[in-house]
């Protein structure tokens, strides 16, 4: 039974394939996907930056993805982040923490377990913010 309630989950990989199974993925769950092949891409969509969670490579060209998880913290909109990788290193995991990811995936992982793990950072990121 899908549970995404229509929220917005922007997802930024160069793997096109990757990118259809989970944009797929996502939209079953209920959530409406936004995808994008590049950082670049993403930063020029006016609309994007209304995501409710953001699942982003790690290892993108250009721009990578904790760069752009960065840019979009120091602009003030900065949704929860999944770090997802197809070269799990540990530095990779390091800066996923530092940057205060709500999960990390390595390639390949459980469709099921991305989804729960989209579920539970805009529950805790709503949770948070109705705090305040």
């Given at each position: ?21 989970l944009e797929r993925l996502l939209r079953l769950a209920g959530y409406v996907p936004m995808v994008f092949a590049s ?94």
């Amino acid at each position: 039974m899908p549970s995404g309630n229509g929220r917005r989950v922007v997802l930024v990989d160069d793997d096109a394939s990757m990118g259809s199974a989970l944009e797929r993925l996502l939209r079953l769950a209920g959530y409406v996907p936004m995808v994008f092949a590049s950082a670049e891409v993403f930063l020029k969509a006016a609309d994007a930056r209304c995501a409710d969670c953001v699942v982003l490579d790690v290892h993108l060209p250009g721009i990578t993805g904790f760069e752009l998880y960065e840019q979009l913290r120091r602009e003030g909109a900065a949704p929860p982040v999944i770090f997802i990788t197809a070269y799990d290193e540990q530095e990779s995991r390091n800066s996923a923490g530092a940057a205060g990811a709500a999960a990390y995936f390595a390639k390949p992982f459980s469709g099921n377990d991305l989804v729960a793990a989209v579920g539970r950072a805009i529950e805790l990121h709503a949770a948070g913010q109705s705090a305040h």
